[in-house]
């Protein structure tokens, strides 16, 4: 079933310009690459699928393929929110915001030691300051979000960007006036979440 998006997401990782910068892209193709997708998913809607209707094209075509694809399959698709937040982040936001764990620990596709997926977020959102044991790398495929680091210092971003989190990077995100859309992929320890910080 998500085997076409799968490679779409491919493809637009060797797309990248950036590619060569980040040596994690390696793996993360290899588990693409060699996915076995499952041929049914169990649907798992959350409130965050209206915003769907808002998300747009971006011009660029190889993000446009894999957003074409994945608005398609969204509806269908099992959304998670982050556990450890549910006690923690508001109701706004929680309504507002999730994700598809497409490859990795406990998702579609199981993977030890990737993880790729696509987050959806609502406008106007802070998305506090965490981290993780992973390194990560998002691409921006809709909206315009900010990225800042513990100093606070902002990254406006926009669609083909990208941002990388060493491990343990502390950072936090800012939503704009349109919903966002980012791809991440995830190498190293995958399996735990994303912890929130408290303090600077």
Not at 47 to 54: I, N, Q
Not at 134 to 161: I, Q
Request: overall charge negative; charged content about 20%; hydrophobic content about 40%.
């Amino acid at each position: 079933m998500i085997g076409e998006l799968l490679r779409r997401i491919a493809e637009f990782h060797r797309s990248r310009p950036a590619v060569p910068e980040f040596p994690m892209v390696g793996p993360v193709l290899d588990a693409l690459d060699s996915a076995r997708c499952p041929a049914d998913v169990e649907s798992v809607p959350l409130p965050v699928l209206r915003h769907l209707d808002a998300v747009g094209p971006s011009g660029d075509a190889a993000i446009d393929a894999v957003l074409d694809e994945f608005l398609r399959l969204a509806p269908v698709l099992p959304w998670h929110r982050t556990t450890g937040y549910l006690d923690v982040l508001s109701w706004d936001y929680l309504d507002n915001y999730g994700y598809v764990r497409l490859l990795g620990p406990g998702s579609i596709v199981e993977h030890p030691d990737v993880r790729v997926g696509i987050g959806l977020w609502g406008p106007h959102l802070h998305y506090p300051a965490h981290k993780h044991e992973a390194e990560e790398l998002y691409h921006v495929l809709a909206g315009e979000p900010s990225f800042s680091g513990r100093d606070g210092t902002g990254r406006t971003t926009g669609p083909g960007d990208a941002v990388h989190h060493a491990p343990w990077q502390v950072h936090s995100q800012d939503f704009g006036a349109t919903p966002t859309v980012l791809l991440y992929c995830w190498t190293g320890a995958v399996e735990p979440d994303a912890v929130l910080v408290d303090g600077p």
